[in-house]
């Protein structure tokens, strides 16, 4: 099977699961924990699904390359986890767009912070 028979509706129905165009605050660190303190690059991200996320950065990643990634309380509540990078692209200068997939899979509806559910946070 060669690449010309490849489309971009293949590729997108090859997804595992759904994306949600969710932006949310990612701290990305080298994923070996003695190097952890070496970097931590803040990004944000386009995109989320259960199996990864689309990120821009302002650095790049080494594709094939496992990160840590610390999702922020903002918009999803999924901590912490490991990563690895699946393609890097430069966007514009200074802007990277990551393609990362998590080492271990996401219940992404589970992890989503509605408006609903901070209200319920609030009540007595």
Sequence with gaps: IGLSGNSASAFVAA???ERIDIQTDVVVRPGNASERDKFAHRTVT???SDGGCLLISPFPAIVGDIYWLEF???H???GS???RCMRCR???EGAFELGIKFMVPIDL???LITSQSTDKARLP
């Design 81 to 83: 986890l490991f990563a």
């Design 46 to 48: 386009v995109d989320v």
């Design 76 to 78: 999803l509540r999924v």
């Design 15 to 17: 997804r595992a699961s």
């Design 109 to 111: 509806q589970s992890t």
């Design 72 to 74: 922020s309380d903002t």
């Design 90 to 92: 430069m966007v514009s």
